[in-house]
């Protein structure tokens, strides 16, 4: 027996390096799929057909065009969307103002790079960049995607778009984006009301509500056509604890 013993010890002692390292094999391949699902919202949901129900996204401007059709300057790989009350997190997201479509970036089912418009019809709200936006159908029952800013039942909104311009400078006529252009809301209780300035913003409120709001604009030096999004967070967020309507 201890002759026996004496052969089975070198066999068993070179079963815990092997184990070892297909131990570290395995931990390395589930940390690459890991990594790889965080990457790739295709691998995550499986081509839910719910948010993979979008058209191709095909709009390339022409060489040469100045700026971008985007209202962020880099894909969002965090963002995520509710479809049908169903929310997904960590998309690759960004929002063509130009042609008013969110677009989602993915690996198809060969690896290659593919870009959708996410539909509108299922669509609900979006978060990217850092803000939020929400698809409401307007007054004429349109629906659009508006940013949209504070928590509560009265909100401002933020509809949003760019021009393709002519460069007049240029002898061979290319062209360009314009900046961002914005036409601003106050939504109460689902009824919008554009505004363009304090007074306008103002009238949007009950009468009760007004001068409490005109003395906070005064205290915290806001002018709607210059505040920061924080500022006007801030400022709607301070109209939803008011008692008016």
Known sequence: MDGLNAEMLPARSLT????????????????????????????????DPLLYNGL????????????????????????????RGVTYSNLTLNYDIFNHQLIMEFKNGIGSQSSIQIS????????????????????????????????????????????????????????????????????????ITAFKNNAGFLKAFSQSDKSLIKVYMRIHNINVKKASDRAMTEMINYCNTLPGS
């Open 56 to 83: 191709v996204y095909s709009f390339y401007p022409h060489p040469g065009t100045g700026g971008t059709q985007y209202l962020f300057d880099a894909f969002d790989r965090r963002g995520s969307v509710t479809l």
């Open 120 to 191: 509108y019809g299922w669509l609900e709200k979006a978060s990217l960049g850092g803000s939020n936006f929400a698809v409401i159908a307007g007054a004429d029952s349109n629906k659009r995607i508006y940013q949209v800013i504070g928590d509560g039942h009265k909100n401002i909104l933020y509809y949003q778009s760019k021009d393709l311009l002519m460069d007049n400078t240029k002898i061979k006529g290319s062209h360009y984006f314009s900046a961002v252009r914005k036409t601003m809301f106050v939504m109460i209780n689902d009824q």
């Open 16 to 47: 815990f390096p092997r184990l070892f390292i297909l131990l570290t094999i395995a931990l390395w391949s589930l940390s690459g799929q890991a990594q790889d699902l965080q990457n790739n919202p295709d691998q995550v949901y499986g081509f």
